[in-house]
C-alpha cells in the first residue's frame, strides 16, 4: 500500500499527488491529512475514479483515509 | 446532483442575488461584493493612501472574515496553522491587488460586472481562465509553497478577526482621534467610496455570504481549476450561481445594460483587462485560492491566508500611490468621452511585472 501524508499543504496538492498516485496505477493508498477541505476533495477524485473509500480517522482536522480499487 | 454542489450553487445564487440588493441599497453599480474593491476601501479608510474616492471601512469585509470565523468555530474547523512561505504569500498578494486593480475587480466582481452586461468582463474571464491554466501548468511541475504547521497557540488565527473587530468598532462608534485632520477612519465624500448600503446591511450581508462561503469552500481560481485538473465542476457551480443570480435580479431591477463602452467603474482596454484578471487567476492558483477564498481562510485561522489579505492591503495602497490602478472610463454630460481610462504606464510594467515574478515563483518553487 502507498502512504501518502498531505498534511499542511495547500489547495489542491493534496488532490494533485493522490491523482499522481491513481494515474500511475496504484490500487491501495492510504492518504493522511489535516483539513477537511482537502478530505472533502480527496474523497471527490477517488468517488470519481472508481475507488472504495474507508477511513481510519475521521475527524475535521485529523483523517486518514484507505482507498481500494 | 450530490449535496454538496448544491450547496456551492445555492452559495453562489444568494451571493449574486445580495450583491444586486447592496447594489440597490447603495453600494456602486455591479460592485455589490468586490474583495479587491472594498480591501483598497478599507486601505483609503485607514489612510494609507490619498485616493479620496475610494476610503471606506466596508463592512463586507468585515462581515465576510467574521462570518468564517463564527461558523468555523462552531463546525470546529478554526485551526490556527501558518509557516508556508509566509512572507511570499505577502508578496503574491500585494500582485494579486495590483492585476485586480488593473482590471478594476476581483474574480467575483467580473462574475458581477457580466451579470451587469459588461462585456469588458468577458475579456478580463478569459485572462482569469488563462491565468489559472498556468497556474495549472506549475502546480502539475511540482510547484508548492511548503507545508503549512499547526500552531501550538490558537492566538495568531485570532489575529485577522481581532484587527477586523477593532475596525469594525472604530466605524461602529464613529471614533475620531484627530479633529481636524480626520482619522483613524476616512471617508469619501465623493465617488465609489462614498457610495455604499447601509452599515448593518452591508455587515449582515458580509455575515451571510461569509458563513456560505465557509461551508461551501467557494472559490473562483478554484472552480476553473478543478474543471481544468480534474474534470471536476463542483466549485464551478459557484461561479454559474453567482452569475445567474445577479443576473435575474440586475434584469428585474433594470440595472442589466449590455455593451462595451461606459460599464460601471470599469475601462475598455482588452489587453489589460486580460492581463490584469491573468495575474490575479495566476497568483490565486498559486496561492491555492481566489481574494475571497483568502479572506475566509483567514477568518478560520489561517495565518497565511492572513498575509494575503494585508499584502492585498498594502497592494492597494501601492497601487494609488504608485497610480498604477486603472482609472475608469467616463464621459461628460453631453456624452462626450471625457477618459477611455485603463491603466497608465506604470500600472501596465507593474501589471506585466507581476506575471513575470509570478512564473518566477512558479518555477523556483518546484518540489520535484
Redesign the interface.
Known sequence: MEKLDV???????P??RT?KLIDQGCTEILIIG????AK??VS??AK?SGYQMQFITDE??NWELEIKK | MDRNKWIVLVTGLITGMVAVVLVKMGNPQNMGFCIACFERDIAGALGLHRADVVQYMRPEILGLVLGALITSLFTREFKTRGGSATLVRFIMGVFMMIGALVFLGCPLRDVLRMAGGDYNAVVGLFGFIAGVASGVFFLKKGFNLGRAQASHSQVGGFVIPALITFFLVLLVLKTVFNPTAGGPLFFSKTGPGSMHAALWLSLGAGLLVGFLAQRSRLCFSGGIRDLILVKDSTLLLGFIGVFAGALVLNLALGFFKAGFAFQPIAHTQHIWNFLGLYLVGITGTLLGGCPLRQLILSGQGDMDAGAVVVGMIVGAAFSHNFVLASSAMTKAASGAITSYGGPGLYGQIACVAGIVIMFVIGFMFREE
Do not use: F, M, W, Y
Open positions: 498534511r499542511g499543504l495547500s489547495c489542491p496538492i488532490v494533485i491523482k489535516d483539513s477537511a477541505p472533502e476533495n471527490r477524485l470519481s475535521k482536522d
